[in-house]
């Protein structure tokens, strides 16, 4: 019988986060993980995150796994990693038994912290298990994992983050993308992923679900149809579309079944079982904690602040109690309300040329010099283009969720935050470059880069072709973290509609 102060068990952003907090605080931690690499999620995300720089806020999560992994190094023999062990069970004995290598063991903890995260929901249609339909994980940890591109064209079923940041990313991997559908009338995602995947000239179809999928020893098409309400479509609405993939992101589930089996009280919660639990995030069995997806399925910053919260808060009932105990469980506990805050904001219609038009600098100020514009106008949990700029041209935000807000006077166009933004919500225009023509400078996160001095398509916020516009600059270096910024030429009649381009065959 292995004893031990701590177990964690799963190694994703919340495990990480409790496993680092509760040996900063003097516990032994045993994390248990059944994969055979660390970091859950983060390994497979390869945009930047949301929130602020408490939550690593403008860094990639793969980055931010390697951040949290090399914080665990430091503490020595005093954290047990035991990768590829997959937990058993909690008995009423407080024992956790464990499968590693074909070997059964048994660990008595004083306390447990529970960061199992939480499985992907699944739509039932016919032919759903035909090779070729895919959970979002699933295609994140083909491409961004193991670099495997899942198919040619496909359709993303469910546009809330997930939905709409794999459809991103699989577009960056070069897969056609069909169209975007989502059962309801409002996408429950961040607009800024919405615009950035609707500029690409990829349509976001609401009030739409699959009634089939066909194929015989594949995908190779697929019917969808319009639908009057969640439950009810809506016969002779039905379109069929040729694609070889179909990804679904329709939510997620918490794996609770060790809490259920420990004795925890459960709840039905947000759609889900959950454990009942205090704000420290301890259940009402004594000295068990749960963090992450698997207390509430929410974003991946906010999963890394509960599992702060529940290390430094099982160590503190081991008897560990943090120097700075108060003040940092305060701390998370304001993190959190902010980032929920956001997190339960408006769903928004997508960004159109009138909205912009309405935010756009004046055009004398266009015309003065080179000035940052900003489309972000959801309340969501983000502040980066503020803690970015160091002109100071952004108001200072007295709450996470607030909108941006820019000094034009103060802005020079240095296009730090255009960079920093991870709704790539920002570009800078120039409108002095002549009489006729304005420089744009847009990120561009796509392989190959246009070459300097070629003629590109100019794309609206629609992804409809507009104008023709050449690249005057190519920039990326390190700093701009794989986020390069395209120079464009473009005539001033499309000041209001340019916002993309597309490089065509070359």
Known sequence: MKTVDLVVIGGGPAGLCATINAAKSGANVLLLERDKHLGGQLIKQTHMFFGSEKQYASIRGFDIADILLDEISTFGDQVEIMSDASVLGIYEDGVI??????EYIKIKPKSIILATGASENFSAFPNNDLPGVYG??????????YGV??????????????????????????????A?????????????????IRRMGIPIITNHAIKEVIGKDRVEKVVIWEMADRKTPIPGTEKELDVDTVCISVGLTPLVNLLAQ???????DHGSTVAVTDETFQTTVPGIYVAGDAARVEEASMAMVEGYLAGLSAANFLGYKHEDYDELRADYLSQLKSLRMGHGGPRMDLVTEETAREHFPSLERINRGPVAVVECFQEIPCN??????????FEEMEDINDLPVIDLDVCNG?????TSCPGMAIMVVDGSYSED???FKIPYEFSPLPKIGSTVRGLNRAGEYITDVKVLRVTNPKSFDKTPLITCVVNKDFLYEFRNIELGDE
Do not use: F, W
Request: a positive charge; proline letters at 2%.
């Open 97 to 102: 038994t464990v499968e590693k290598n074909k």
């Open 136 to 145: 979002a994980g699933a295609v994140q940890t083909l491409m961004n994992v």
């Open 149 to 178: 591109k899942p198919g040619e064209r496909a359709l993303m079923v469910g546009a809330g983050n997930i939905g709409l940041i794999v459809a991103y990313q699989l577009a960056q991997a070069g897969v056609d993308i069909a």
């Open 180 to 196: 975007v559908i989502h059962h309801s009338g409002k996408i429950g995602g961040y607009h800024v992923h919405a615009s950035k």
């Open 262 to 268: 420990a004795g925890c009280e459960m709840t039905y």
């Open 384 to 393: 980066p283009c503020t803690t970015s700029c160091r002109r100071g041209a």
């Open 414 to 418: 240095c296009t730090i935050c255009v």
């Open 437 to 439: 023509e304005a420089l």
